[in-house]
């Protein structure tokens, strides 16, 4: 257990849908990291927030957003869901922005069908 | 914006050969970090570099940053078969900005 949670583990749903991902950061930890992987673009940054205000976006579709909650926790949610956004998504927390190592969730597989 | 880039993609040794992957970034970094990524597991953070020509080990792994802080190197000696993964370099351009993953090397050890 690294001490970041995320839920779910799977998700399938179908095209056209809303879901959203949840992430627990590490106890102590302020930055929150939104990161997709798929098979041949590698780990993609989406969205950054610390201590509760956003920080910085990566490629992130208009279609998806993301929040930090005064615990910590953030939720990213994916809507109008296309083929294309079936992958894994991980969370990774870190002490703070900057020279810090991240610790990651073991991520939500979804599938859009 | 900032690229790292990651060779080779794949490489598949016996087990007790060497291993070496090589991260290059467009821009020079303020640290790096290396990552390793077990089949159906997530990434597990290694190391973080952050001098010019710094050379860390740990047991079997040896980390290195270039003096141009622009390039860095994972070479693992004598590998077995708990080192199956994905080695994944990462690199921050400036203080505060997310790590930029490159798109990792995976390695497959035969026994």
């Known amino acids: 257990d690294s001490g970041v949670t995320q839920t779910p583990k799977h998700l399938i749903t179908a095209t056209g849908q809303r879901v959203t991902l949840r992430c627990s950061p590490r106890?102590?930890?302020?930055?929150v990291y939104w990161y997709q992987q798929s098979l041949d673009q590698g780990l993609q940054f989406l969205i950054q927030y610390y201590n509760g205000e956003e920080r910085a976006k990566g490629n992130i579709l208009e279609r998806f957003s993301a929040q930090q909650f005064p615990d910590l926790h953030s939720e990213l949610n994916l809507s109008s869901l296309e083929l294309g956004d079936s992958a894994l998504y991980f969370c990774a927390s870190s002490v703070g922005p900057g020279n810090y190592g991240y610790t990651f969730g073991s991520g939500t597989r979804l599938t859009v069908v | 914006g900032q690229q790292v880039m990651q060779i080779p993609q794949y490489q598949h040794v016996q087990e007790g050969e060497d291993f070496t992957t090589y991260c290059n970034s467009s821009?020079?970094?303020?640290?790096i970090q290396w990552y390793k990524q077990r089949p159906g597991g997530h990434p597990v953070f290694l190391i973080q570099?952050?001098?010019?020509?710094e050379v860390k080990k740990q047991k079997r792994l040896t980390f290195q940053f270039g003096e141009a802080k622009k390039n860095s190197s994972l070479h693992i000696t004598a590998t077995q078969t708990t080192d199956v993964g994905t080695y994944f370099c990462?690199?921050?351009?400036?203080?505060?900005?997310?790590?930029?993953f490159g798109k990792g090397t995976r390695l497959s050890v035969i026994a």
């Open positions: 990462a690199g921050v351009n400036s203080g505060n900005t997310p790590l930029v």
């Open positions: 821009t020079t970094l303020s640290n």
């Open positions: 106890s102590g930890d302020l930055s």
């Open positions: 570099l952050v001098k010019s020509g």
